[in-house]
Nanobody, 127 residues
Framework: QVQLVESGGGSVQSGESLRLSCAGSGYVFSGNCMGWFRQVAGEEREGVVSIASDGSRTVAESARGRFTISLDDAKTTFYLQMNSLRTDDTGMYYC?????????????????????WGQGTQVNVSS
C-alpha cells in the first residue's frame, strides 16, 4: 500500500479559500483513480471531487463551481482547491488514490473503491 499524506487544512472564515495537498511517498499518480472525501463526526464519509479510472470526474453538488481537483506536473502531489468556503464545508478531508481491484475487495483492504487513503486534514469554516 501507498502512504498518502494530506496537508493544508485549517480554520478559515466563510468566503475564504484553502488548498489541500495530497502527497504519496515515492508514488506517481496516474491522473485517474484519485479523489477527495469529507467526513463530519458521526456521519458517513462522502465524496467531494473524484476522478474515476476512465478519467470521468464526479463533483458533489455542494462543491460544484467552488472546488477543483488538480495534479502537479511531477504527478507526485494532487490538490483540492476550495474557494468560497461555507460553514457546511467543515469536516475532515481525506485523499484517496488507486482504484481497488477485485483482490483488494476480497481482502477487505479497500474503502469506497480506493485502496490507498491518507489520515485526513481538518477544515473548519466559521461564519
Amino acid at each position: 500500500q501507498v502512504q498518502l499524506v494530506e496537508s493544508g487544512g485549517g480554520s478559515v472564515q466563510s468566503g475564504e479559500s484553502l488548498r489541500l495537498s495530497c502527497a504519496g511517498s515515492g508514488y506517481v499518480f496516474s491522473g485517474n483513480c484519485m479523489g477527495w472525501f469529507r467526513q463530519v463526526a458521526g456521519e458517513e464519509r462522502e465524496g467531494v471531487v473524484s476522478i474515476a479510472s476512465d478519467g470521468s470526474r464526479t463533483v458533489a453538488e455542494s462543491a460544484r463551481g467552488r472546488f477543483t481537483i488538480s495534479l502537479d506536473d511531477a504527478k507526485t502531489t494532487f490538490y483540492l482547491q476550495m474557494n468560497s468556503l461555507r460553514t457546511d464545508d467543515t469536516g475532515m478531508y481525506y485523499c484517496a488514490a488507486g482504484c481497488a481491484t477485485w483482490s483488494d475487495m476480497v481482502a477487505g483492504t479497500e474503502h469506497m473503491g480506493y485502496k490507498n487513503w491518507g489520515q485526513g486534514t481538518q477544515v473548519n469554516v466559521s461564519s
